[in-house]
T-cell receptor, first 116, second 119 residues
Framework: AQKITQTQPGMFVQEKEAVTLDCTYDTSDPSYGLFWYKQPSSGEMIFLIYQGSYDQQNATEGRYSLNFQKARKSANLVISASQLGDSAMYFCAMREWGGSQGNLIFGKGTKLSVKP | GAVVSQHPSRVICKSGTSVKIECRSLDFQATTMFWYRQFPKQSLMLMATSNEGSKATYEQGVEKDKFLINHASLTLSTLTVTSAHPEDSSFYIC???????????????FGQGTRLTVV
């Protein structure tokens, strides 16, 4: 079974509007972390935001916020006021803290295109 | 912030030759480094995990004799693709984990990636 599911292969958003990228996860580890990364066409992975499984509040970083719904096992990324430079691939990832080497498990990604 | 430097960023090689990719943590000690592979328009797949001074742990389906990983120091890990073939053409990216035990949200620091083309 997939541990990280991103159901939207591609998304379009109008510049200056908000967009939500979906991510659901599957784990039996009570302690885990959820990450969102941006990958532009150049290939590098850019860290955006992090949510720990025990964090009470949803994480926010500038225009990025994470809608964490633990019972539903979802960790959607919300980008407010989209900019043209936001066009990229976005990956949701999880790290299970218990008993793992610490590697990230990635979803298949969502390609976001921001229209002017 | 922590910096991970990966070189080369692009390499083209002939079939049958070997290619070495370096991953360096520039301003921190990395006890663990991870090597991922990414095919076009696909996700990152973990290939192997390397711990300083010990043998790498390879994921199922990854040939350890083909993808040689050396983690000789706390700041350097190398991935050597031996006897490369066109199907090895891919984007390879490393990430490093800090030695500090504290769990930090940005603990996974990524290199810039290497685009390998085997002709």
């Amino acid at each position: 079974a997939q541990k990280i599911t991103q159901t939207q292969p591609g998304m379009f958003v109008q510049e200056k509007e908000a967009v939500t990228l979906d991510c659901t996860y599957d784990t039996s580890d009570p302690s885990y972390g959820l990450f969102w990364y941006k990958q532009p066409s150049s290939g590098e992975m850019i860290f955006l935001i992090y949510q720990g499984s025990y964090d009470q509040q949803n994480a926010t970083e500038g225009r990025y916020s994470l809608n964490f719904q633990k019972a539903r096992k979802s960790a959607n990324l919300v980008i407010s006021a989209s900019q043209l430079g936001d066009s990229a691939m976005y990956f949701c990832a999880m790290r299970e803290w218990g008993g793992s080497q610490g590697n990230l498990i990635f979803g298949k990604g969502t390609k976001l295109s921001v229209k002017p | 912030g922590a910096v991970v430097s990966q070189h080369p960023s692009r390499v083209i090689c002939k079939s049958g030759t070997s290619v070495k990719i370096e991953c360096r943590s520039l301003d921190f000690q990395a006890t663990t480094m991870f090597w991922y592979r990414q095919f076009p328009k696909q996700s990152l797949m973990l290939m192997a995990t390397s711990n300083e001074g010990s043998k790498a742990t390879y994921e199922q389906g990854v040939e350890k004799d083909k993808f040689l990983i050396n983690h000789a120091s706390l700041t350097l890990s190398t991935l050597t693709v031996t006897s490369a073939h066109p199907e090895d053409s891919s984007f390879y990216i490393c990430s490093a984990r800090k030695k500090i035990a504290r769990v930090a949200p940005t603990e996974a620091f990524f290199g810039q990636g290497t685009r390998l083309t085997v002709v």
